[in-house]
C-alpha cells in the first residue's frame, strides 16, 4: 500500500518561507512524477509544481521565481522550498505522485498541509 506524507506546513507572514516535504512509501516499481497542488477555500485544486522522474519541473505562473521543486530519489521525497510568500499562497497544499505498479500506472494523493499566510 503507497502512502505519500506530507511535513512543513504552517503560517508564515508575508515574505517568508516554509518548506514543504513529502515522502512516499509502500511497494511500487518506481515513480513517474511527484509534485504539489494546492487547493484555497471556494477554489478549485491547482498544480503548483511538478518533477518528472528524469528531472524535468514545471511551475505554475503564479510562484515562478518563488518556488523550487526538488527531490532526494533515493529517499523517495520531494520538496517545494516557497520562497516570497504571499497572503494568496494560503491554501492546503497536497503531494501528489504517479506510481508504477505491477498492474499499471497508479495516482495517489498526500492528505494535504495547510500553508497561511497572513499580510
Known amino acids: 500500500q503507497v502512502q505519500l506524507v506530507e511535513t512543513g506546513g504552517g503560517l508564515v507572514q508575508a515574505g517568508g518561507s516554509l518548506r514543504l516535504s513529502c515522502a512516499a512509501s509502500?511497494?511500487?516499481?518506481?515513480?513517474?512524477?511527484m509534485g504539489w497542488y494546492r487547493q484555497a477555500p471556494g477554489k478549485q485544486r491547482e498544480l503548483v509544481s511538478i518533477i518528472l522522474s528524469g528531472g524535468r519541473t514545471t511551475y505554475a505562473d503564479s510562484v515562478k521565481g518563488r518556488f523550487t521543486i526538488s527531490r532526494d530519489q533515493a529517499l523517495n521525497t520531494v520538496y517545494l522550498q516557497m520562497n516570497s510568500l504571499k497572503p494568496e499562497d494560503t491554501a492546503v497544499y497536497y503531494c501528489?505522485?504517479?506510481?508504477?505498479?505491477?498492474?499499471?500506472?497508479?495516482?495517489?494523493w498526500g492528505q494535504g498541509t495547510q500553508v497561511t499566510v497572513s499580510s
Open positions: 509502500g511497494s511500487f516499481f518506481s515513480i513517474t512524477l
Open positions: 501528489n505522485s504517479v506510481m508504477q505498479l505491477n498492474n499499471g500506472p497508479r495516482n495517489y
